[in-house]
């Protein structure tokens, strides 16, 4: 699976998640610090992006469609520790021209989660 490259810069691989679909790890590091001992929420938001990006990659299982964020909302809901990161996505609704897709992030439990975010995505095939 292919991710952009925005995903290399913040680190990110991808494990196998519960269900199947690709799960983010993104550990935790100077370059994803903000202030001490805490992760800098751009990079909490590139990370449920990303994991978004992916949900849909695993779904649509075909590299060849164009994926174009049309918008993004991402809710912080506690800071993220010096630890590694975990997000998955789940893909809401898959169209012809349009994807939805939510993206959760964690630390310690995924039923506690530090970010969600809700993204709609324009397909191009």
Do not use: C
Not at 88 to 93: A, L, P, S, T, W
């Amino acid at each position: 699976m292919s991710l952009p490259p925005y995903a290399q810069l913040l680190g990110l691989r991808v494990e196998p998640g519960d269900s199947g679909v690709p799960r983010l790890v993104m550990p935790f590091g100077n370059a994803v610090t903000g202030r001490p001992g805490f992760v800098h929420g751009g990079a909490i938001g590139g990370l449920v992006e990303m994991a978004a990006v992916a949900a849909l990659r695993h779904a649509l299982a075909d590299e060849g469609v164009g994926l174009k964020p049309i918008n993004l909302t991402v809710d912080y809901m506690r800071g993220g520790r010096d630890r590694d990161t975990l997000a998955e996505g789940v893909v809401v609704r898959l169209g012809t021209r349009i994807a939805n897709v939510e993206a959760f992030a964690w630390q310690e439990a995924r039923d506690h989660p530090i970010a969600a975010a809700r993204i709609n995505f324009l397909l191009s095939r």
